[in-house]
């Protein structure tokens, strides 16, 4: 069961909360959370065909640009969340996706 504080909702330091968009949030780290559970086995399986090592990294990239957009709407003010909602609801969608295939 989800706590009353959204920063450790959402595996942020305490000091950082989740202030705009905040189901998102928690959906996209939700993603990237199970998916850095598999990583290292994926990794450690070290796929020898050309698609495989590309898709491991793209899946390396993704995770850490899903980390860097739940990192910056925890950092960033309300109004500035607010004023950018648009490109951010797109990013958090754009990479929630991208993540849903290998989960």
Same mark, same amino acid.
């Given at each position: ?21 905040? !189901?998102?949030? /928690?959906? +996209?780290? @939700? ?10 086995? &994926? ?7 050309? !698609?495989?090592? /590309?898709? +491991?990294? @793209? ?10 957009? &739940? ?33």
């Amino acid at each position: 069961m989800m706590g009353k504080d959204p920063a450790k909702d959402v595996g942020l330091r305490s000091n950082f909360s989740v202030k705009v968009h905040r !189901s998102m949030c /928690l959906e +996209l780290k @939700s993603f990237v959370d199970r998916i850095s559970q598999i990583y290292p086995a &994926i990794e450690s399986a070290r796929p020898r065909c050309t !698609s495989g090592v /590309l898709n +491991l990294c @793209s899946l390396g990239f993704n995770m850490d640009k899903s980390e860097l957009i &739940i990192q910056h709407c925890a950092t960033s003010s309300k109004l500035y969340l607010a004023i950018t909602a648009k490109k951010i609801l797109f990013a958090m969608r754009k990479n929630t996706k991208r993540l849903w295939i290998y989960v």
